[in-house]
């Protein structure tokens, strides 16, 4: 049973430069959400998606955007890259039917701005 | 605004130690707390406590909360090298039937020497 991936691993990116993050949720999960960690941080809660379309977002530029697809794998968009941006990008996937439930995550994405 | 706190942020012990990690909140529609185990990129979940005074323990890991004084313990007995790692605590908000969001406290930075 594949749990939730994420691509790429590692990114290198330029200031202004735009950005695009993969993540499939475990097997079973029909709900998305994306977290930005900075270094010696905790997650910040980015958006969630179910049923393709964002349901919450939390206190992030519109230059963050995502997208969810019908087999409920999720991108975010980053545009305008900023050097504040260099993070790591967790997605995390859930069961929507099931209330209290724990998200389980990915691996992360690393994203440099430079 | 919704406020996870941990304390402390960064404590190094020694191996056979007991340690106890602490998280406060202050959020809306609470539904459950989480603590979570960081390493080296994925969170991965160690606990779900949605009642008050309902110790939940997993080998040498126990948790416990209090929705009355809005605080929960994360106790770890008889340390070992492979316990340090950040932990994170988290509260996961709802409304009706809808996966919400985690809010993450900053994590606590746990260093086991031998």
């Known amino acids: 049973d594949a749990g939730v991936t994420q691509s790429p691993t590692h990114l290198i990116k330029t200031r202004g430069q735009q950005v695009t993050l993969r993540c499939s949720p475990k097997?079973?999960?029909?709900?998305v959400s994306w977290y930005q960690q900075a270094l010696g941080q905790g997650p910040q809660f980015i958006f969630q998606y179910y049923e393709e379309e964002e349901r919450q977002r939390g206190n992030f530029p519109d230059r963050f955007s995502g997208h969810q697809f019908p087999n409920y794998s999720s991108e975010l968009n980053v545009n305008a890259l900023l050097l504040g941006d260099s993070a790591l990008y967790l997605c995390a996937s859930s069961p929507r039917g099931l209330l209290g439930y724990e998200q389980y995550f990915g691996p992360g994405t690393r994203l440099t701005v430079t | 605004e919704d406020k996870v706190v941990q304390s402390p942020l960064s404590l190094v012990v020694h191996e056979g130690d007991t340690v106890t990690l602490n998280c406060s909140y202050e959020v809306t529609n609470f539904r459950s707390l989480l603590w979570y185990k960081q390493e080296k990129k994925a969170p991965t979940f160690l606990f779900m406590l949605?009642?008050?005074?309902i110790e939940k323990k997993s080998g040498r890991l126990s948790s416990i909360l209090d929705k009355k004084e809005l605080f929960s313990i994360l106790n770890i007995t008889a340390t070992q090298t492979g316990d340090s790692a950040i932990y994170l605590c988290?509260?996961?908000?709802?409304?009706?039937?809808?996966?919400?969001?985690?809010?993450f406290g900053k994590g606590t930075l746990l260093t086991v020497n031998p």
């Open positions: 949605t009642s008050s005074g």
């Open positions: 988290a509260v996961h908000q709802g409304r009706g039937g809808s996966n919400y969001k985690l809010t």
């Open positions: 097997s079973g999960h029909d709900t």
